[in-house]
C-alpha cells in the first residue's frame, strides 16, 4: 500500500532535480531576466545560487550516486546503470555552476569538489577491481575517469590565467 522511497531514487531525482534548476538559473541569468544590468559571473544572488547547486551536485549528490550504485550492483540488480550514467552529465553542469563564478573562493570549492568525487570514485575503482577488471561497473568507471579527466582539462584550459589571477595578485600584494 505504501511504497517506501529508497536512497537510490532520492539521488536520482534530486540530482536531476539540481541540474535542471541550475541550468534554467543560469540560462535566465545570461538572458539578464533576473538580475538586468549585471554581467553572468558578477556574484549576484542568482550566481550564488547556481554555485551552491553545482557544489551540491558535485560535493554530496555524486559521491551518493556512486555509493548507492556501487550497493545495487553488489546486489546483483541492474537499477545501477542509469544511476552511473547520470554522473556525466551531473559532473559537467556540477563543475560547470561552480567554475561559472567569478570569485577566487569558489576556485578553492571547486578544487574540494573535483578531490571529493576522485576520492570517492577512487575508493569505488579499488574495491570493484579487486573483483575483476572485466566487470561492466568496472568498465563504467574506468570511462568516467577519463571523462573526468577531459572536462577538468577543457574547463581549466579555456580559462587557466584567469584561474591564477587571484593568487598571482594575492602574492604579488604580500
Known amino acids: 500500500m505504501f511504497k517506501f522511497i529508497t536512497k537510490l531514487e532520492i539521488s536520482f531525482a534530486g540530482t536531476i532535480f539540481l541540474v535542471i534548476s541550475g541550468f534554467i538559473l543560469w540560462i535566465l541569468e545570461d538572458m539578464n531576466i533576473l538580475t538586468p544590468g549585471k554581467h553572468l559571473g558578477?556574484?549576484?544572488?542568482?550566481?550564488?545560487?547556481?554555485?551552491?547547486?553545482?557544489?551540491?551536485?558535485?560535493?554530496?549528490?555524486?559521491?551518493?550516486?556512486?555509493?548507492?550504485?556501487?550497493?545495487?550492483?553488489?546486489?546483483?540488480?541492474?537499477?545501477?546503470k542509469p544511476k552511473l550514467i547520470l554522473i556525466y552529465p551531473s559532473f559537467l553542469f556540477g563543475i560547470f555552476f561552480q567554475f561559472s563564478l567569478d570569485w577566487y573562493p569558489a576556485i578553492l570549492t571547486l578544487l574540494l569538489s573535483?578531490?571529493?568525487?576522485?576520492?570517492?570514485?577512487?575508493?569505488?575503482?579499488?574495491?570493484?577491481?579487486?573483483?575483476?577488471?572485466?566487470?561492466?561497473?568496472?568498465?563504467?568507471?574506468?570511462?568516467l575517469l577519463v571523462f573526468y579527466l577531459i572536462v577538468i582539462f577543457l574547463h581549466f584550459s579555456f580559462d587557466f590565467f584567469n584561474i591564477l589571477e587571484y593568487?598571482?595578485?594575492?602574492?604579488?600584494?604580500?
Open 42 to 80: 558578477s556574484g549576484d544572488w542568482v550566481m550564488g545560487v547556481v554555485f551552491l547547486i553545482g557544489s551540491l551536485i558535485c560535493i554530496i549528490f555524486i559521491p551518493n550516486l556512486y555509493i548507492v550504485s556501487y550497493r545495487e550492483w553488489k546486489k546483483g540488480e541492474d537499477s545501477w
Open 114 to 143: 573535483i578531490l571529493a568525487i576522485s576520492i570517492t570514485h577512487i575508493i569505488i575503482m579499488v574495491i570493484v577491481g579487486k573483483k575483476s577488471v572485466e566487470l561492466p561497473f568496472f568498465k563504467h568507471l574506468f570511462l
Open 167 to 174: 593568487p598571482i595578485r594575492a602574492l604579488l600584494n604580500y
